[in-house]
């Protein structure tokens, strides 16, 4: 075998290595690995509307999905199961891909627990990063730099900050960002910097965040807010990106909304459904009109409905979080390299 192909043959077996390690933490800690379609009309493909891949000669508007966290959700709430994980492909017409940090298609982890809130999905993430980093530690092509490297980091302790703190260490760095502001790879990298190793940057700017993130602010949602009164009133959601070095955001969590009629309205006045609108007006060349918003809507209904307090009135407060993790970001991290590493 070239020495090429040895490399190769060993990435792959690093990637095995990595996803059965962190397979065997998950079942030991009793969650369920699940499987989903991966066409859909609209909820898994409901992240990132712009770069979704829509389906041709299909009966209805279809899409190439995304996510399957609605759908894991779900199965939590319905089957009354502690805990889901499942790893499969998300699909991204993504403009970017082949810049080092970005992929058309790619392997994602996703995972969704009842009965937790933010602070023990702070420490189940800090607890996947630290099994991985033991697995890539005793691979043979980790390079001895990048060994000491991933042991200064195993060693550390969980670092986190708020998405407001962050602002503040970016201006004593002379890098001012506005609140309500999303970080670009750069700063994130800086971020990375700044706190020497992985960060946890939590309580991000509602505005910015998927609809289904648990306000930190809570009573009645006022409706018609603009994303400008949003960030006024510097409304957070209580989400967290797990930023590591070269290879920047890698996981990406909440905790869950379960306000039904938050959930309603915020899914209504959204980016993501308006987009999902537009779709669907321009999939039948025709103008935005209420049959085509309730198209839109009729996807993400089943989801809705689980906490439809008529329905289910024992839902209220059933408190679920999540994340997803790019898997060919964390092979990134532990290899310590420049580009994303396709999984």
């Not at 399957?68 to 009354?80: A, F, G, I, K, T």
């Not at 949602?221 to 797990?242: G, H, P, W």
Request: charged share 25%; aromatic share 10%.
């Amino acid at each position: 075998m070239s020495t090429e192909n040895l490399t190769q043959w060993r990435l792959v077996q690093l990637k095995d290595d990595v996803v059965n390690a962190i397979r065997g933490y998950l079942h030991q800690s009793g969650a369920i690995e699940s499987y989903y379609n991966k066409i859909t009309q609209g909820t898994g493909s409901c992240e990132s509307v712009p770069t979704a891949f829509i389906l041709q000669n299909t009966k209805e508007l279809s899409f190439l999905s995304q996510t399957d966290q609605l759908l894991m959700e779900q199965e939590v709430l319905d089957y009354n199961i502690d805990a889901v994980w499942t790893i499969g492909r998300s699909y991204r017409n993504e403009p970017r891909a082949g810049d080092g940090r970005h992929l058309s298609e790619f392997a994602l982890l996703e995972y969704e627990k009842r009965n937790i809130g933010l602070e023990e999905l702070l420490k189940i993430q800090s607890e996947i990063l630290q099994v991985a980093i033991k697995i890539g530690m005793n691979s043979p092509i980790i390079s001895n730099t990048q060994y000491k490297q991933l042991k200064t980091y195993l060693d550390k302790q969980l670092n986190t900050i708020t998405y407001t703190q962050a602002l503040e260490l970016l201006k004593e760095q002379r890098i001012t960002l506005e609140w309500g502001d999303d970080f670009d790879s750069e700063i994130e990298q800086e971020l990375c910097k700044l706190c020497d190793g992985p960060v946890q940057v939590t309580h991000y700017p509602e505005s910015i965040k998927f609809f289904n993130m648990y306000r930190s602010t809570r009573g009645d949602l006022q409706k018609a807010m603009s994303i400008e009164e949003y960030n006024e009133q510097r409304f957070t959601v209580e989400c967290v990106d797990y930023l590591l070095p070269r290879a920047g955001e890698t996981f990406g969590g909440s905790r869950r909304e379960e306000n039904y009629g938050t959930l309603v309205t915020k899914l209504r006045e959204s980016r993501m459904f308006a987009q999902m609108v537009e779709l669907r007006a321009k999939h039948h060349n025709t103008t935005i009109t209420p049959k085509i918003k309730e198209d839109a809507w009729q996807p993400f209904d089943s989801y809705m409905e689980l906490f439809n307090p008529i329905k289910h009135p024992g839902r209220r407060n059933v408190m679920r979080s999540g994340f997803g993790l790019g898997m060919g970001r964390l092979i990134q991290f532990i290899l310590g390299v420049e580009s994303v590493i396709v999984f």
